[in-house]
């Protein structure tokens, strides 16, 4: 017997909450004209919840007709999958510098929200989210004071 499947309102709150996080966090990227911007961050983190409701789903339809069904099992391609995203955000030496590991970094944590957003955890999605934002404000912060110093 199938368990209860997901109702389509919460399936739209879980794609619509992924996808106002990724804006949020792919929002200073963007003003800095880096390669992953907003929309990049918002459809990893779209396209993670929803892979990650694909997997819950199949999981609740099929439960107890086979020992083979894991929800974590599509899940954990996108943790592999997305490092493709990142590579390609960082390919691109500007004189011998690589340069975007912190967008594909970003991207690559928006995708892991974007998972725990399809799952329903939304408080683990909410601090991660917090987590991440405050990781960005704080490096910023302390890099614009260094760029000050320098300029004193």
């Known amino acids: 017997m199938p368990l ?4 389509w309102w919460e399936m739209l709150a879980r794609l619509i909450l992924a996808a106002i996080i ?11 004209h880096k390669p992953a911007g907003m929309r ?18 199949l ?9 083979n069904i894991d929800p974590g099992r599509i899940a954990a391609q996108v943790v592999t999958g997305i490092g493709f995203i990142g590579a390609g955000t960082i390919i691109h030496a500007e004189g011998g510098l690589v340069r975007g590991l912190t967008t594909a970094a970003s991207v ?7 998972l725990a957003c399809g799952a329903g955890m939304y408080i683990l999605a909410g601090l991660g989210t917090a987590v991440a934002l405050g990781a960005l404000a704080l490096v910023n912060l302390l890099i614009n ?6 300029k004193s």
Do not use: C, D
């Open 4 to 7: 209860e499947a997901i109702p």
């Open 22 to 32: 990724g804006a949020v966090i792919g929002w200073n990227p963007q003003r800095a």
């Open 40 to 57: 990049t961050h918002i459809m990893v983190s779209l396209g993670s919840a929803l892979i990650m409701m694909i997997s819950l789903e």
């Open 59 to 67: 999981f609740l339809r099929y439960a107890g007709q086979s020992q």
């Open 108 to 114: 690559w944590a928006v995708a892991g929200i974007g």
């Open 145 to 150: 004071m260094k760029k000050k110093a320098k």
